[in-house]
């Protein structure tokens, strides 16, 4: 039996357990267990926790690991505040795609994002596409590696399209090598957008922060919204800005539950 912890941020869930506890599991097998709706909690991702420096290892619920995740680390943090592992409201955290400091106030949780990096050997793309300007299944996409990669789909209203098959069929194609996230997004004016995610290894979710991160920055860049917006989601906002070159989002994290759960059907190390 394990303890475990589940969060959502914005509604995109996670189950959140100590390292200590699990490391002698494989641990994408312990994310495909506790993630499912049958034999485990159900949730979008697993977030393991490593103390002592503080590290968060993110899995996606097929057992795939990202290196990060916006609205996880956020929950992370919260996870970390309600178990009192830190002793102050600033603190770092170490992810897959570098250090990032978290600044938590009254449960909004400010994430220093790091910078959108157009990189096409960490997005995993075919070398002649361009990244900032190309087409796939008949759509004009962009792509940006921010803290994981992504690609963005502007569209006049999300009435227009089935987000699900369409996110599919490009998170999947092959220009891809490791698929990709697949956002979505509807622009209100220069202060407000909206974003629907295509999460690889998940599905349509209700949030995804990087992927909110990822269409501010291709937004911003064509000229679209101002240097800071609110991202409407289906259960709640995140607030996106520019700060000099970095990307800061502040968001919620709210606990759901915790409790134990039995594991002995996930393989040992």
Avoid: W
């Avoid at 092959?174 to 509807?186: C, P, R, S, W």
């Avoid at 290894?201 to 992927?211: D, M």
């Amino acid at each position: 039996m394990i303890s475990f912890s589940k969060y959502h941020g914005c509604g995109n869930s996670f189950v959140i357990v100590d390292y200590e506890q699990v490391k002698q599991y494989v641990l994408s097998d312990l994310a495909i267990h506790v993630c499912s709706n049958d034999t485990g909690i159900g949730a979008d991702g697993c977030i393991v926790v490593k103390q002592k420096p503080l590290e968060m290892l993110f899995y996606n619920q097929d057992g795939t690991m990202a290196p990060m995740c916006g609205n996880g680390i956020r929950c992370f943090s919260k996870y970390v505040m309600d178990k009192k592992l830190v002793d102050t409201t600033i603190f770092d955290v170490i992810t897959g795609s570098g250090i990032l400091s978290v600044n938590c106030e009254h449960d909004l949780f400010e994430v220093n994002m790091g910078k959108p990096l157009f990189d096409k050997e960490l997005l995993h793309i075919e070398s002649d596409v361009n990244i900032e300007e190309f087409e796939l299944h008949g759509f004009k996409l962009c792509s940006v590696f921010m803290g994981t990669v992504h690609t963005v789909l502007f569209v006049d209203s999300f009435s227009d399209m089935d987000a699900e098959v369409v996110g599919m069929a490009i998170c999947n194609d092959d220009t891809f090598k490791e698929k990709t996230n697949v956002n979505f997004v509807e622009i209100s004016d220069r202060k407000n957008m909206n974003v629907i995610t295509y999460e690889r290894g998940v599905g349509i979710t209700k949030a995804c922060g990087t992927g909110c991160c990822a269409s501010f920055v291709y937004a911003n860049k064509k000229g679209l919204v101002d240097d800071e917006v609110i991202v409407h989601l289906e259960l709640g906002d995140l607030h996106i800005r520019y700060q000099d070159d970095y990307i800061m989002m502040k968001g919620p994290a709210t606990f759901i539950a915790e409790g134990t759960l039995d594991i002995k059907e996930v393989r040992l190390c």
